[in-house]
């Protein structure tokens, strides 16, 4: 079906348009853009921030769409409409999934605000596995996505190093200079062009954790606390008030699960319709494929994590996968779905007890696989202490952070509570009648 | 012994709680208000307890949701709230299980009993002390005088209690009604305490002690009395402690203890020193007038926009009058053969408008002696029709028309109205004269003229005083542009960072503004309203409204000097129009006139309308709150035909027959609405007897209320937790709602996915509702596409609680229920057909009432069709017209079932002069904010009108029928 407000990304585009992408995760995103830019893609990342992105997308969009449509709406327009760039050779970018969540209806979102806003010209290319929509001159290659999904993995592993470090760093700031400083390496690698090959990916995955390892850290209990939720909002510190600093600044260290785990859940999911309606018969033996290949090499770079000491490394996806059994049937595959509810078992399972649960207020797979979860899980794991934080463009950070601070409090009572039982079970609390 | 000495400051969102304790004893003890000058307040009461710790030294923290940012700027160690409220239980009363807090803008629930569970209102959720101030001044009284009055009440009604604005919806039509104050204001305690159960306490069990703190709980006895009554305590298990206001203070206190030790003025110096100016992260706006000549130039321009008056002692002649009864006001005005002003009146309704019109008629008619002969007369408003009735009022005229016909009079090329009251938002678009498109606010954004007022009162300035503040404020607080509830914390948050009463005054009149055009009218340039633009209301007096609306819109804008009369003038306008005598009581008829209500339901049919009888002194009856005529006591006969009552029909003809196999149960709601035939084919084909929830009712939804995990998800998805209460009560031991991904797929879109609420809910009934984890949910993965499809993926679950079963028998069944499926689809199909073809031959229009399969149910559409109907439409469905178009062009990934057959419904209703749809809409409905744009789009590309109902638990459809009938108006006027 031909959409009237439809613009493709045409093959002579390519040579000189700039195509923007909306900032989710800054140092994946970075990696990815570098890998297309291999392919002949001129592309940036938008690192706009402040108020009037989300005003600007709230002009544009309907206010009660997702939060993150209205704030990647507010960051294409923004872009557009500050002069920085030609908006006739201008396209833009963003991923599609196809699920049955309104997250898919993002693209045609954009388009309407582009048009309301006077730029229905540009394109939007929807980048998209599934290829629900056609651009002559975008074509994902086998090759492209095998290099998206090691940019991916750098991503992850960089988060998750950082995240390890940053709480405990002597000098504050060093694991973002290191950060900063391999996504800039890799990025130039990764541009050069040609194959990327693994054996490569996994010594550079070594260099990073020695390099990491060799930050100097103060030896102190930080609060864990991990952070799972409706994609977006999980990670994008624009959308929700940089949770991850907000959290470091407050002593605890975050712990936030990778985004190749979403990537792997997408591939997971084919199969488990393929099994379930016995659909696509042809293509299961693809996916079985891609899931074994890609949890594969999750699991070697993991090993390199751990082999360090110092640091943790993932659960495998099967285990995550199988965390959820008897609270949600892996078919609830819409948004995060099944994952998300996973996730946050993964995160109790390893030791992580605190969890917030970021999404967009009135997410709707949210209420399946995030709130209407929670009561389960904290039934049958009274120790886990979940949050669940609603982000609008409303939503007061006050609030916020109130409802983050009181998680901390009740964190470090409990853990002086143990604490105080192994040291001094006999001194018992007092208590002062009031007049 | 030397005496330990300890502060604990509690700083809330409007109070400021000090303590201090010696020993663990209190000897001070200080409550006020810091009208948001929280550090100034908090040094002065710190400076009333001078003398007890001038010469100690002692130990301090600060608590509070507005005592974070300056315990961090003054470097005083800061205690989060819920914790400190732990100190003080585990000290005071450690036997207590449960504590209830409600603060002026937060409700909490703390758990003690295995393990700490606290839980805090999300972000939307008024029922705190801030909604009872502002529905204490809806009913014009006091806190006290309105707990006093609750303690008589007789009756409750319903109220919606997610919100303060859904629960003024609610509430402002009983008053206009006539409904007494006492039940309201025991009503109003109810809402809370629904709004406490269902937000926070969802479904866990309440055992031992409860301990109720927080001001609302220490002042209002009615308050105290419905959280006994509802959470079934007593006198040994309710406590309502000595300290309670004082317990996070005390908390605090208790914190604060073996800390760092102050001296007096070491500590005040912290306080004092402590700039909240730090850490600010509202962004501040440009002044709305940079000097003083600049202001003077815009009250002269706007003084221009000027109807003439006159002295009505020296006028004779004819005259005609206008009355405007408000949601929150009434207005009244007398106006000359030319149009000049006579009289006018514009006062608060103090609950009862019908009194206050009654006076005002008798003062005029006492003025107009036998000089000034009345001609005509017109009210308009949400209490037209009881003013109507009980005065013998010529004329009642839809509240659009009214504002239209004034507006023309300054600016007869209007092309844009934008009026904005004490409690609503109304936009018109006008084209050729006409209203083009009407644009009402939904009930989950009315930051309207009544909240800057409440927000006045709060920071101890009248309504005039604040808006001048805002005039002159130096750097406006942005404030972000949603509904009410966010804005209250987006306030709180401005006051931590500092912001004077000005700069919040003139942020919150942005605010408004901002609402009304990106929320309400979803502008995105000024081209968007128009050219000719005539604001109105009384919330445009506010001069700070109206330059912030300037400076948005960048319109030149008039302002009619009677902006908040102009619904009343528009009436009188209209009534010249008035051949014959006028029917308006006359001085002896008003003299005698008096008015009595009375409260009773209707059992006309499963609706149960609470009807409101009011009864005038000359005889006449009037009844409010019916949704359609049977409540006059009309026959059903007389309706015209409503396709929500024949679907309805339609399913209790499903009725369960005996089978082999036992019971099964099928809650009637989400996808079930749209499958029970096949179900009930399905499962009576294998032999069981299939059992259907009955209808929804409120009674139903609050049967499951106590287990909604979620309070932000749709109503439609609610109150299955109640179907399946119903089911379990009646012992039922199977009870069935299949997961399907996928829809049955007709063919008409990309894909056909089911929403992620209507595809997976039964995950949440399995994981929240404990009367299921003993029978268990059968909650299988089923596939749609064909009967194969469906008896494979049906076959494990079935075979599961009934070995016998063979995948042959599954698989004839499935094809019994596709079959039965198919015959309601095509019955759906040929009853929209007949439906149509009699509206044709009776000259009668069309209302496509779209939405999706379950909003046909009674308590979820709230009688909507039934009023629909009344209104003298033929109602049809979506899924009865979407056929018979094959609409294309959609600019949306159009990938659901039930949201493709709008689009083909729209595109029906654009090729038929005689067919309007009407899009219901339930609030939290994600993918509804992207059909809603594609459908009006479609619409207006066709040069329909679109109309978009938000409905949720509420349940008062004045709203909705100020709404309908506009929308006759501008279809009449275009005829």
């Known amino acids: ?435 | 012994m030397e005496k330990r000495y300890s502060l604990g400051i509690d700083i809330g969102s409007t109070t400021i709680k000090l303590i201090v304790t010696e020993n663990g004893n209190v000897i001070y003890e200080k409550y006020v208000r810091h009208m948001s000058r929280a550090r100034q307040m908090a040094a002065k009461i710190l400076g009333e307890a001078s003398h007890l710790l001038k010469d100690a030294e002692f130990t301090a923290a600060i608590s509070g949701s507005g005592g974070m940012g300056l315990a961090e700027a003054a470097g005083i160690p800061f205690v989060q709230e819920v914790y400190a409220t732990g100190e003080f239980i585990s000290r005071t009363a450690p036997d207590t299980k449960v504590v209830i807090e409600l603060g002026g803008e937060d409700a909490k629930v703390i758990f003690f009993d295995g393990g700490i569970d606290e839980r805090m209102n999300g972000t939307c959720a008024g029922g705190t002390g801030a909604f009872i101030d502002q529905m204490a001044v809806l009913l014009n009284m006091s806190a006290d005088e309105m707990d006093k009055e609750s303690l008589k009440a007789k009756e409750i009604y319903p109220i919606a209690s997610r919100c303060g604005v859904f629960a003024k919806t609610d509430i402002q039509p009983l008053l206009n009604q006539g409904a007494a104050k006492s039940d309201v204001a025991m009503s109003i305690y109810n809402a809370v305490v629904n709004q406490t159960v269902a937000g926070l306490i969802q479904g866990r069990k309440i055992n031992g002690k409860v301990m109720f703190l927080g001001g609302p709980l220490h002042y209002c006895m009615g308050l105290r009395k419905c959280f006994i009554n509802t959470l079934g305590l007593d006198q040994n298990t309710a406590i309502f402690p000595e300290y309670d206001r004082f317990a996070v203070a005390i908390g605090a206190s208790i914190f604060a203890e073996g800390g760092k030790k102050y001296t007096y003025d070491e500590f005040l110096l912290k306080l004092v020193n402590a700039s909240g100016r730090e850490g600010e992260t509202h962004l501040r706006l440009k002044p709305l007038f940079e000097s003083e000549e600049e202001y003077n130039e815009f009250k002269a321009r706007h003084a221009r926009a000027h109807i003439e008056t006159k002295d009505i002692n020296s006028y004779s002649g004819r005259a005609y009058v206008g009355i405007d009864c408000g949601s929150t006001t009434t207005k009244l005005v007398l106006i000359s053969e030319d149009k000049e002003i006579l009289y006018s009146f514009y006062s608060s309704n103090q609950g009862n408008p019908a009194d206050i019109v009654k006076e005002e008629l008798i003062n005029i008619r006492r003025l107009c002696g036998d000089r000034i002969k009345i001609c005509g007369s017109a009210t308009t408003g949400y209490g037209e029709e009881l003013i109507l009735n009980g005065f013998h009022v010529d004329f009642g005229v839809v509240e659009t028309i009214a504002h239209l016909t004034a507006a023309k009079h300054f600016r007869p090329d209007v092309d844009f109205i934008i009026d904005i009251g004490g409690q609503d938002i109304k936009c018109f678009k006008i084209k050729d004269g006409a209203v083009d498109s009407i644009m009402l606010n939904e009930a989950c954004s009315s930051g309207c003229g009544s909240f800057i007022e409440t927000f006045a009162k709060s920071m101890g300035h009248t309504a005039e005083e604040f808006a001048k503040l805002g005039i002159y404020a130096k750097s406006p607080v942005d404030l972000g542009s949603r509904c009410t509830v966010f804005m209250n914390s987006s306030v709180k948050q401005a006051q931590k960072d500092g912001a004077t009463v000005s700069d919040i005054s003139a942020g919150l009149s942005v605010s408004v503004v901002k609402n009304a055009l990106y929320k309400v009218i979803r502008a995105a340039t000024p081209d968007d309203l128009g050219k000719h633009i005539v604001v109105q209301g009384g919330t445009f007096y506010n001069d700070a409204v109206l330059r912030a609306f300037e400076r948005e819109t960048g319109a030149d804008a008039v302002r009619p000097d009677i902006a908040g009369l102009m619904g009343a003038y528009g009436a009188a306008l209209y009534s010249m129009k008035k051949k014959g005598e006028s029917t308006l009581l006359s001085h002896e008829q008003l003299q005698c006139f008096s008015h009595t209500s009375s409260v009773t339901v209707c059992g006309g049919c499963q609706n149960h309308c609470h009807i409101t009888i009011n009864r005038f002194s000359d005889g006449t009856k009037y009844i409010t709150g019916n949704r359609c005529s049977r409540g006059e006591g009309k026959s059903a006969a007389e309706e015209n035909p409503n396709m929500f009552e024949w679907k309805r029909a339609y399913f209790e003809k499903l009725k369960p027959k005996a089978g082999k196999r036992g019971k099964i149960g099928l809650p009637l709601a989400l996808s079930t609405y749209e499958l029970a035939p096949l179900w009930h084919a399905l499962f009576t084909s294998l032999g069981f007897e299939t059992e259907f929830s009955p209808f929804g009712s409120r009674a139903i939804y609050e049967k499951g209320q106590l287990t909604i995990p979620s309070d932000t998800v749709c109503y439609p998805a609610k109150i299955m937790h109640g179907h399946v209460t119903e089911l379990i009560d009646r012992g039922l031991d199977k009870i069935f709602y299949p997961a399907a991904t996928y829809n049955v797929d007709e063919h008409e879109s990309e894909n056909h996915y089911n929403c992620p609420v209507v595809a997976y809910y039964g995950e949440v009934l399995g994981g929240n509702m404990e009367a299921l984890s003993k029978i268990g949910l059968l909650n299988p993965y089923i596939s749609l596409d064909s009967p194969k499809k469906l008896s494979e993926t049906l076959y494990p679950c079935l075979s599961e609680i009934d070995k016998t079963i063979t995948k042959q028998q599954v698989f004839a069944a499935a094809k019994e229920g596709f079959k039965a499926y198919e015959d309601y689809r095509s019955a759906v199909q040929k009853e929209g057909e007949r439906v149509i073809k009699f509206a044709r031959e009776n000259g009668k229009r069309i209302m496509i009432l779209s939405g999706r399969p379950y909003h046909i149910d009674p308590e979820i559409s709230h009688g909507i069709d039934k009023l629909s109907a009344s209104l003298g439409f033929c109602i049809v469905t979506e899924d009865a017209v979407s056929h018979l178009s094959d609409y294309q062009n959609v600019n949306v990934l159009n990938q659901w079932t039930f949201h493709a057959r709008l689009y083909r419904a729209a595109d029906y209703a654009v090729h038929h002069d005689d067919t309007e749809l009407v899009q219901l809409v339930s609030f939290g409905c994600g993918v509804d904010a992207i059909t809603t744009d594609e459908v009006r789009a479609i619409l207006e590309r066709g040069g329909k009108h679109y109309t978009q109902l938000k409905i949720d638990e509420i349940t008062n459809l004045g709203a909705v029928k100020v709404r309908l009938r506009s929308l006759l108006g501008a279809l009449e006027e275009e005829a």
């Open chain 1, 1 to 435: 079906m031909k959409k009237k407000n439809f613009v493709p990304f045409l093959k002579d585009m390519k040579k000189d348009y700039t195509i923007l992408v909306p900032n989710m995760l800054p140092v994946h995103f970075k990696l990815m853009i570098s890998v297309l830019k291999t392919y002949g893609y001129n592309m940036e990342l938008l690192e706009t921030e402040g108020p009037e992105i989300a005003e600007t997308g709230l002009k544009y969009t309907h206010n009660d769409a997702c939060y993150p449509a209205i704030l990647v709406v507010g960051q294409f327009i923004h872009a557009l409409q500050s002069g920085k760039y030609d908006p006739k050779k201008t396209a833009l970018i963003m991923a599609q999934t196809g699920g049955g969540c309104r997250a898919s209806n993002y693209i045609s979102l954009i388009r309407k605000a582009l048009s309301r806003a006077g730029y229905g010209h540009v394109p939007v290319i929807s980048l998209s596995l599934t290829g629900l929509e056609k651009h002559p001159g975008f074509k994902l290659t086998v090759p492209m996505i095998f290099s998206l999904v090691y940019a991916v993995l750098y991503g992850d592993v960089l988060m998750s190093l950082s995240n390890q470090v940053k709480p405990y760093e002597k000098k504050e700031g060093s694991a973002d200079a290191l950060t900063g400083k391999w996504t800039e390496h890799l990025g130039r690698e990764m541009g050069a062009g040609g194959k990327l090959s693994y054996s490569q990916v996994l010594k550079n995955c070594r260099s990073i954790v020695s390099d990491f390892e060799k930050i100097e850290t103060e030896a102190r209990d930080a609060v864990k606390v991990g952070i799972v939720g409706e994609i977006f909002v999980k990670y994008s510190p624009l959308a929700n008030n940089s949770l991850e600093k907000f959290l470091i600044s407050e002593g605890a260290e975050p712990v936030v699960p990778g985004l190749l785990d979403f990537c792997i859940y997408c591939v997971y999911n084919r199969n488990t319709s393929c099994k379930l309606y016995k659909t696509q018969k042809l293509r299961y033996p693809i996916y079985k494929l891609a899931y074994k290949l890609v949890t594969k090499k999750k699991d070697e770079i993991s090993d390199i994590i751990s082999a360090s000491g110092k640091f943790r490394g993932w659960t495998t996806f099967d285990k995550i996968a199988s965390l959820a059994d008897g609270y949600i049937n892996h078919a609830v595959v819409m948004g995060e779905g099944w994952l998300l509810t996973a996730e946050m078992l993964e995160l109790s399972e390893s030791g992580c007890k605190n969890i917030v649960c970021a999404q967009p207020f009135g997410c709707l797979p949210n209420h399946i696989c995030g709130k209407g979860v929670m009561k389960h899980i904290k039934e049958k794991n009274p120790d886990v202490n979940i949050l669940a934080l609603d982000y609008d463009p409303g939503a007061s950070r006050v609030n916020q952070e109130n409802r983050l601070k009181l998680m901390l409090f009740n964190a470090r009572k409990n853990a002086q509570k143990s604490d105080k039982i192994s040291k001094e079970a006999d001194n018992q609390p007092k208590i002062v009648h009031f007049t």
